[in-house]
Nanobody, 129 residues
Framework: QAQLVESGGGLVQVGGSLRLSCAAS?????????????MGWFRQAPGKEREFVAA????????AYADSVKGRFTISRDNVKNTVYLQMNSLKPEDTAVYYC?????????????????WGQGTQVTVSS
């Protein structure tokens, strides 16, 4: 009934850019329901715990970023297309990870690692030096 599908990952050189997309589908997100969900991006590198990257409130009015990506990454959403985006610029080797999107029904911006209602399967981002 609810599916989040990430896309846009790949291999990029240091300093390059990628834009990740996360499309929400299913009855849970149908109609205007997607707009009732706060959305987030997380990442997990090999041997490390999953970490918060960015989050956006239901209407895009509030956003939050991890210190490590501030000024380089931008989160946005399109509530008509039921999609959230992560524009990643000035990529570094330490940005290499599997990137996941997550959804939680809330009006707030959520940065916690736990408590999300739905998770995607992830998309690999590899930054080569």
């Amino acid at each position: 009934q609810a599916q989040l599908v990430e896309s846009g990952g790949g291999l990029v050189q240091v300093g390059g850019s990628l834009r990740l997309s996360c499309a929400a589908s299913g009855r849970t997100f149908s109609g205007r329901s997607f707009s009732t969900y706060g959305m987030g991006w997380f990442r997990q590198a090999p041997g490390k715990e999953r970490e918060f990257v960015a989050a956006i409130s239901w209407n895009g009015g509030s956003r939050a970023y991890a210190d490590s990506v501030k000024g380089r990454f931008t989160i946005s959403r399109d509530n008509v297309k039921n999609t959230v985006y992560l524009q990643m610029n000035s990529l570094k080797p330490e940005d290499t990870a599997v990137y996941y999107c997550a959804a939680k029904q809330s009006i707030d911006v959520i940065t916690a690692r736990f408590g999300w209602d739905y998770w995607g399967q992830g998309t690999q981002v590899t930054v080569s030096s």
